[in-house]
């Protein structure tokens, strides 16, 4: 690129000119992007999709393997299948009426011997078919970014890229002229690793997605492991939105032991034991709530068994 | 007092049933659960905005022990009052600790003028610091004292004489104090006074080596729900409710228990 | 159970006998002395039925400690309730947090307790402090650190737990 001989500035425009002209381009493109991606990850203006089944709800809450679960939790609590105590699935029981195509790809797979752990189920063709349809669904609904939204954010990129473009001809010429670049290239660097980072990331949900999570968690709080809901109550489909809403605690506190030699994963539990507070003993801490009513010894510092305790009366 | 119809005994394992009851008119809650000063549990909130009527039942005030109740129970039964705007609250004629020993769970006072003093005097301190009425639920149990002075019906009746108290009525612990004494269910529901009914208890139990345990675990049995309606062919209470603690069937079973309530006692069911 | 202290009598004189004489609270203290403390029954009472109401208190007090301690009760299952009671006998509660941990404690020093249970046990050893007498009180982080050594038990347990059907 030609240039003028050393008597003046880059394309006419001094060095720290153009560094804040480049940092107010770079800033109003970095807020196009913004806006751009905010606008594609929003799923859309109908807000509140309330036909949200408690698989569907795992599957956009924790994917495929949280929906597994879910399917697991809603045949055990059906008594449909259990696990040998070797860390082996069974089947227990007929499947149940009325289950969905995930639960009955999940039955048949553990009836016919063909998994016999979560793990194998993942990969069993029938039930990841039915995992494929619910999430195609969720895409579909715009609760889930799909194919399309993905490109669309990284279109939503260009403004950025336009920038760093226009910051490497800059550099360039002024590299070429012996013009002091550092700050430019850093600047540049920056940026550019910024651009990357949006290249890469995605998420998984739109935001009518994450509302629609924050809906049914706050609709069914009463589902969550710390309310320690009666889980015969409310039932299978109790049990299953639950998992969803609130992941594989749920199945922990439903049936430990089921949840244990299933191997459900815990948020709670990694793989060598609890988290130090306990895990799911600070649901056993209802009975140990706070300092002052665990220090008075009381037999009955919690509420509901203080309900046992009014309730009986001399039982 | 706002206490009608057919309500249950609220708890968190049963919130999400609860909320669902189209018809319900009011619950109850255990005092010793709600946090003083608040906030009301979320469930128990939306249950205020739709007018339904809380009541606080203390459980662990020992109103019949020997020692003068501690004031900072009663202070917290007024405080949840307060915080549900309860219209009324209840305890019970029995103790729960002596000796510095918990008991965990309620014991029947002997019934002796000395209990009779002890316990209306606890009753007299706590009603000081109410601004609603207090109901006083008798209890089931298993063995009498030796030496009882009075009747259940006597006793009752004084201490309620003496304080102005109502009669918070469990219909179950009738039942099984007369199935384990051997008596008649009416012959007590004959002698007490049922105009100072606020409201009554409907509970299950089951029957374990003889005798019959007054468990809130089980479902309630027909002969309970018998006499709730030969308890409303002498005088209907205001309101009944099923107060279960534990062991909670599937939904559309409990639904169930609560309309067979509703059907003993000539109300309208709530579950529609 | 020494967490629960006696209450002070009123101050007020009772002319009328209003607090009830130390005869009511004597009479109350050994009643719950027999059914809760491995007292000795009192006079006049009928054993069977009192043994009854004792079994009952022991039963209430096991279903409450399954609440607080669920993985231990899942993991003893049906035997849960009935064996708890047996040790209950004689030991007054202290809170069905410290009754669960006492009992636990128990069964792992009789090499009883089964790996989720332990697991169970180890977490809550790691995090809350208890001597078995006065109630139990969460760790300080730094008292929590020096008690990896119960992490490490923990893992080596459910290592064992998952290793041990296949």
Redesign the interface.
């Given at each position: 690129m030609a240039v003028l001989a050393a008597s003046g500035d880059t394309w006419g425009i001094s060095g720290p000119d153009f560094l804040m002209l480049y940092a107010v381009l770079a800033g109003a493109a970095l807020l196009v992007t913004y806006l751009l991606r905010r606008s594609v990850l929003s799923g859309g203006g109908e807000r509140g999709d309330n036909n949200l089944t408690p698989e569907k709800v795992a599957y956009l809450s924790g994917g495929p393997g949280l929906a597994i679960t879910t399917a697991l939790g809603a045949l055990r609590s059906h008594g449909a299948i259990g696990t040998?105590?070797?860390?082996?699935l069974t089947a227990t029981g007929t499947q149940p009426a009325g289950a969905t195509t995930l639960d009955t790809a999940v039955y048949n797979a553990v009836a016919n011997n063909q998994a016999s752990s979560a793990r194998e189920l993942a990969t069993n063709a029938s039930v990841r078919s039915a995992l494929d349809t619910i999430g195609d669904q969720l895409r579909r609904s715009r609760l889930l970014v799909g194919q399309g939204t993905r490109t669309a954010l990284r279109w939503a990129t260009i403004p950025v890229i336009g920038v760093l473009v226009l910051g490497w001809f800059r550099w360039d010429a002024g590299r070429n002229a012996g013009r002091p670049v550092l700050y430019l290239g850093l600047g540049m660097a920056g940026l550019a690793l910024v651009t990357v980072v949006l290249l890469l990331r995605a998420p998984r949900r739109t935001r009518r997605g994450d509302d629609a999570l924050a809906a049914l968690r706050s609709q069914?709080?009463?589902?969550a492991p710390t309310?320690?809901?009666?889980w015969?109550?409310?039932?299978p489909v109790?049990t299953a939105m639950a998992i969803g809403l609130f992941g594989g605690a749920a199945l922990w506190?439903a049936?430990?032991?089921f949840a244990?030699d299933a191997e459900v994963l815990n948020r709670n539990v990694n793989s060598?034991?609890?988290?130090?507070?306990?895990?799911?003993?600070s649901?056993?801490?209802?009975?140990?709530s706070s300092?002052s009513s665990?220090?008075?010894?009381?037999?009955?510092?919690?509420?509901?068994?203080?309900?046992?305790?009014?309730?009986?009366?001399?039982? | 007092m706002t206490l009608t119809g057919v309500g249950i005994g609220w708890r968190p394992e049963i919130a999400g049933f609860v909320a669902d009851l189209p018809g319900l008119r009011f619950c109850e809650v255990v005092a010793e659960s709600l946090p003083l000063g608040g906030p009301v549990p979320a469930s128990l909130a939306e249950l205020r905005e739709r007018d339904v009527a809380v009541v606080p039942h203390g459980v662990r005030l020992s109103l019949g022990g020997a020692e003068p109740v501690d004031p900072h129970r009663i202070q917290h039964l007024a405080g949840a009052a307060a915080l549900v705007g309860a219209p009324m609250v209840s305890e019970h004629v029995a103790f729960v600790r002596a000796g510095g020993v918990e008991a965990g769970h309620l014991l029947p006072v002997p019934r002796s003028r000395e209990a009779l003093a002890a316990l209306t005097a606890n009753v007299r301190r706590t009603q000081a610091e109410l601004d609603v009425p207090l109901a006083l639920e008798p209890i089931a149990t298993l063995f009498d004292w030796p030496d009882d002075e009075f009747t259940e019906a006597d006793f009752l009746t004084e201490l309620l004489d003496a304080t102005g108290a109502l009669l918070l009525l469990d219909i179950a612990n009738v039942y099984a104090n007369a199935r384990n004494r051997g008596e008649e269910p009416t012959a007590l529901l004959d002698r007490l006074p049922l105009e100072r009914v606020a409201y009554v208890h409907v509970a299950g139990g089951s029957e374990q080596g003889g005798l019959y345990h007054d468990t809130h675990t089980d479902p309630v049995p027909p002969a309970v729900l018998e006499l709730v309606t030969a308890l409303c062919e002498r005088r209907r209470p205001p309101a009944l409710m099923l107060e279960r603690d534990g062991a909670y069937p599937p939904a559309a079973d409990l639904a169930r228990e609560l309309d067979a309530i509703a059907v003993a006692a000539g109300y309208p069911v709530v579950t529609a | 159970m020494t967490g629960a202290t006696r209450s002070p009598r009123a101050g007020v004189a009772d002319p009328a006998g209003e607090t009830g004489g130390s005869g009511l609270a004597a009479r109350q203290a050994a009643l719950v002395a027999a059914l809760v403390a491995g007292g000795p029954l009192p006079a006049g009472f009928d054993a069977q039925r009192v043994g009854a109401a004792a079994a009952a208190l022991r039963r209430k007090r096991a279903g409450e400690v399954a609440r607080a301690w669920p993985l231990l009760a899942a993991d003893l299952g049906t035997g849960f309730r009935p064996r708890f009671a047996t040790w209950a006998e004689g030991r007054p509660s202290a809170g069905s947090f410290a009754d669960g941990f006492a009992y636990a404690r128990f069964l792992r020093d009789s090499g009883e307790l089964p790996p989720l249970g332990a697991a169970e046990l180890a977490g809550r050893e790691a995090a809350w402090a208890f001597d078995g007498v006065s109630p139990p009180r969460r760790r300080s982080r730094p008292d929590q650190l020096l008690h990896t050594l119960a992490l490490r038990a923990r893992r080596v347990l459910v290592h064992k737990w998952i290793t041990r059907g296949k």
């Amino acid at each position: 690129m030609a240039v003028l001989a050393a008597s003046g500035d880059t394309w006419g425009i001094s060095g720290p000119d153009f560094l804040m002209l480049y940092a107010v381009l770079a800033g109003a493109a970095l807020l196009v992007t913004y806006l751009l991606r905010r606008s594609v990850l929003s799923g859309g203006g109908e807000r509140g999709d309330n036909n949200l089944t408690p698989e569907k709800v795992a599957y956009l809450s924790g994917g495929p393997g949280l929906a597994i679960t879910t399917a697991l939790g809603a045949l055990r609590s059906h008594g449909a299948i259990g696990t040998t105590g070797k860390r082996t699935l069974t089947a227990t029981g007929t499947q149940p009426a009325g289950a969905t195509t995930l639960d009955t790809a999940v039955y048949n797979a553990v009836a016919n011997n063909q998994a016999s752990s979560a793990r194998e189920l993942a990969t069993n063709a029938s039930v990841r078919s039915a995992l494929d349809t619910i999430g195609d669904q969720l895409r579909r609904s715009r609760l889930l970014v799909g194919q399309g939204t993905r490109t669309a954010l990284r279109w939503a990129t260009i403004p950025v890229i336009g920038v760093l473009v226009l910051g490497w001809f800059r550099w360039d010429a002024g590299r070429n002229a012996g013009r002091p670049v550092l700050y430019l290239g850093l600047g540049m660097a920056g940026l550019a690793l910024v651009t990357v980072v949006l290249l890469l990331r995605a998420p998984r949900r739109t935001r009518r997605g994450d509302d629609a999570l924050a809906a049914l968690r706050s609709q069914y709080q009463y589902l969550a492991p710390t309310s320690d809901p009666a889980w015969n109550l409310y039932g299978p489909v109790g049990t299953a939105m639950a998992i969803g809403l609130f992941g594989g605690a749920a199945l922990w506190a439903a049936d430990p032991a089921f949840a244990a030699d299933a191997e459900v994963l815990n948020r709670n539990v990694n793989s060598s034991g609890w988290s130090s507070s306990g895990g799911s003993s600070s649901s056993g801490g209802s009975s140990c709530s706070s300092g002052s009513s665990c220090s008075s010894g009381s037999s009955c510092s919690g509420g509901s068994s203080c309900g046992g305790g009014g309730g009986g009366c001399g039982g | 007092m706002t206490l009608t119809g057919v309500g249950i005994g609220w708890r968190p394992e049963i919130a999400g049933f609860v909320a669902d009851l189209p018809g319900l008119r009011f619950c109850e809650v255990v005092a010793e659960s709600l946090p003083l000063g608040g906030p009301v549990p979320a469930s128990l909130a939306e249950l205020r905005e739709r007018d339904v009527a809380v009541v606080p039942h203390g459980v662990r005030l020992s109103l019949g022990g020997a020692e003068p109740v501690d004031p900072h129970r009663i202070q917290h039964l007024a405080g949840a009052a307060a915080l549900v705007g309860a219209p009324m609250v209840s305890e019970h004629v029995a103790f729960v600790r002596a000796g510095g020993v918990e008991a965990g769970h309620l014991l029947p006072v002997p019934r002796s003028r000395e209990a009779l003093a002890a316990l209306t005097a606890n009753v007299r301190r706590t009603q000081a610091e109410l601004d609603v009425p207090l109901a006083l639920e008798p209890i089931a149990t298993l063995f009498d004292w030796p030496d009882d002075e009075f009747t259940e019906a006597d006793f009752l009746t004084e201490l309620l004489d003496a304080t102005g108290a109502l009669l918070l009525l469990d219909i179950a612990n009738v039942y099984a104090n007369a199935r384990n004494r051997g008596e008649e269910p009416t012959a007590l529901l004959d002698r007490l006074p049922l105009e100072r009914v606020a409201y009554v208890h409907v509970a299950g139990g089951s029957e374990q080596g003889g005798l019959y345990h007054d468990t809130h675990t089980d479902p309630v049995p027909p002969a309970v729900l018998e006499l709730v309606t030969a308890l409303c062919e002498r005088r209907r209470p205001p309101a009944l409710m099923l107060e279960r603690d534990g062991a909670y069937p599937p939904a559309a079973d409990l639904a169930r228990e609560l309309d067979a309530i509703a059907v003993a006692a000539g109300y309208p069911v709530v579950t529609a | 159970m020494t967490g629960a202290t006696r209450s002070p009598r009123a101050g007020v004189a009772d002319p009328a006998g209003e607090t009830g004489g130390s005869g009511l609270a004597a009479r109350q203290a050994a009643l719950v002395a027999a059914l809760v403390a491995g007292g000795p029954l009192p006079a006049g009472f009928d054993a069977q039925r009192v043994g009854a109401a004792a079994a009952a208190l022991r039963r209430k007090r096991a279903g409450e400690v399954a609440r607080a301690w669920p993985l231990l009760a899942a993991d003893l299952g049906t035997g849960f309730r009935p064996r708890f009671a047996t040790w209950a006998e004689g030991r007054p509660s202290a809170g069905s947090f410290a009754d669960g941990f006492a009992y636990a404690r128990f069964l792992r020093d009789s090499g009883e307790l089964p790996p989720l249970g332990a697991a169970e046990l180890a977490g809550r050893e790691a995090a809350w402090a208890f001597d078995g007498v006065s109630p139990p009180r969460r760790r300080s982080r730094p008292d929590q650190l020096l008690h990896t050594l119960a992490l490490r038990a923990r893992r080596v347990l459910v290592h064992k737990w998952i290793t041990r059907g296949k």
